[in-house]
């Protein structure tokens, strides 16, 4: 069993940033691949930005190259997301995710609750 619980979520103005955190739980934290994904009212889930194992390979979503930064601390069993210049497109439910690897990990991981980022214009 894989426990993921997020924070940091919120409401903010067009062009302010948000952290938002994942903390691990349950099983060994350096095991998984994470991921953070999003879904937008009437919408599909999908992923944000990933990180490997050891961290040292990440992937992003076009629309936030440049924006939103996802690191992780291994002894600390967490991730983050730090968003930059946030659009009032990026307005969703955040959701992190822990799998296998990252391509996969849409289809087959560990989810948490989701917490919602608002970005008003």
């Known amino acids: 069993q894989v426990k993921l619980v997020e924070s940091g979520g919120g409401l903010v103005q067009a062009g302010g940033s948000l952290r938002l955190s994942c903390a691990h739980s349950?099983?060994?934290?350096?095991?998984?691949?994470m991921g953070w994904f999003r879904q937008a009212p009437g919408k599909e889930r999908a992923i944000v930005a990933g990180?490997?194992?050891?961290?040292?390979?990440?992937y992003y979503t076009d629309s936030v190259k440049g924006r939103f930064t996802i690191s992780r601390d291994n002894a600390k069993s967490t991730v983050h997301l730090q968003m930059n210049n946030l659009k009032p497109e990026d307005t969703a439910v955040y959701y992190c995710a822990a799998g296998d690897d990252i391509p996969t990990m849409r289809t087959r991981a560990w989810w948490g609750q989701g917490i919602q980022v608002t970005v008003s214009s």
């Open positions: 349950g099983r060994p934290f350096s095991n998984y691949a």
């Open positions: 990180v490997t194992q050891n961290g040292g390979d990440t």
